[in-house]
């Protein structure tokens, strides 16, 4: 059986009576961590430019881009450009595009601190973000 529940500015005592509930039944539930092909695009669409060429970049070469081929044509720095992507995905939750329990689709590869050597996406995901960086934009 699978039940979807949406409940939109829920009360605090019915969130609270609704999170204990779930919370005496956490063995039986399956959280929803699946990128679909319609998160994937959405996802896309509320990226800047510089955040959706990583993922176009990656998911077109089998789900990894180097750094040093996302700087050709830039000024050499991706700073900052990865963050968009969690920053929409958390924003995606908060909307209630998706639920809170997916992950990054895209991992930044490196040492650490500093700069990245490239950004990875999962095998799972390459073929559903080919599909959202390849889709003619829609309104949502």
């Known amino acids: 059986m699978r039940i979807t529940i949406t409940v939109e500015e829920p009360t605090g005592d019915f969130q609270e009576k609704l999170l204990t509930l779930l919370a005496d039944h956490a063995a039986d ?40 081929d996302l700087r050709e044509g830039e000024e050499g720095s ?6 968009a992507i969690k920053r929409a995905v958390d924003r995606g939750a908060r909307e209630g595009w998706w639920p809170d329990t997916l992950e990054l689709p895209v991992q930044a590869q490196g040492p650490g601190f500093g700069k990245v050597v490239g950004y990875l996406i999962p095998e799972g995901l390459v073929e559903v973000f080919q599909h959202a960086a390849n889709k003619p934009s829609r309104d949502w």
């Not at 510089?50 to 077109?60: L, V």
């Open 29 to 68: 539930i399956e959280p929803d961590t699946t990128w679909t092909k319609e998160r994937a695009e959405r996802l896309y669409l509320a990226l800047p430019t510089n955040a959706r060429r990583i993922i176009k970049e990656a998911a077109s070469r089998g789900g990894y881009v180097s750094a040093d």
């Open 78 to 83: 991706l700073r900052g450009h990865s963050a």
